[in-house]
């Protein structure tokens, strides 16, 4: 079975501060995606970042950066100089065909 | 580029009766994803389609769902009967050529309440 684990329900930051948002995953697959989606509430989903399994080099978009560790099935988000528009749900996604998403990591942002 | 649009976005009914929701995809994709999100928990994925071909049901979707994508654009969701528990977000995303490898853009969703 496919499963990803989000293991912080909720997590806060100030604003300029970076946090890190965790995620472990499981597959049997050898070649697969892993995203980043954000929802803001009320709001859809909205894609953050994205890493191909095969790529060593972790992705980066602008202040989101990701940390994948292959062999520990391990998929951190990064966001740096945290903003008060970074307040959302976070979902981290495994995309085989369809995507499996954890349940998800409520961040916070105090200014 | 329009984006995902979902019609419509809240639906109120009682149990029992039928209801049926449609997804636009962007207009180039030509896989078509439905999800369901109930409050707290990350979207869990009910069936998808390549074209007008549906290639994946999951085991959520009971009898008494139905997807259809008759001509390989728009796409409707059913359910008959509705009961309590069918009371989530049903959000619909599309993604273009092979869906392994390219992201899924979504649309707003259709909020479902079943009284």
């Known amino acids: 079975a496919q499963t990803v684990t989000q293991s912080q329900p909720e997590m806060s930051v100030q604003e300029a501060e970076t946090v890190t948002l965790s995620c472990t995953y499981d597959t049997s697959e050898s070649d697969y995606y892993l995203f980043w989606y954000k929802q803001p509430p009320s709001r859809q989903m909205i894609l953050v970042i994205r890493q191909e399994a095969y790529k060593q080099q972790n992705a980066t978009e602008n202040r989101f950066s990701v940390n994948f560790q292959k062999a520990a099935k391990s998929f951190s988000l990064k966001i740096s100089d945290s903003q008060l528009g970074d307040a959302a749900m976070y979902f981290c996604a495994l995309n085989t065909d369809k995507l499996i998403f954890g349940t998800g990591t409520r961040l916070q942002v105090f200014p | 580029d329009t984006g995902v649009s979902q019609d419509p976005r809240h639906k109120i009914t009682k149990r029992g009766q039928n209801v049926t929701f449609r997804c636009d995809p962007i207009s180039e994709h030509n896989r078509l994803y439905w999800y369901r999100q109930t409050l707290g928990q990350g979207p869990e994925f009910l069936t998808y389609?390549?074209?007008?071909?549906?290639?994946?049901k999951s085991r959520l979707l009971s009898d008494r769902f139905s997807a259809e994508r008759p001509k390989g654009s728009f796409s409707t969701l059913e359910i008959q009967r509705t009961e309590q528990g069918d009371s989530a977000m049903y959000l619909c995303a599309s993604s273009s050529a092979n869906g392994r490898f390219y992201e899924q853009y979504f649309g707003p969703g259709t909020r479902l309440t079943v009284t």
């Open positions: 389609f390549q074209n007008e071909a549906q290639l994946e």
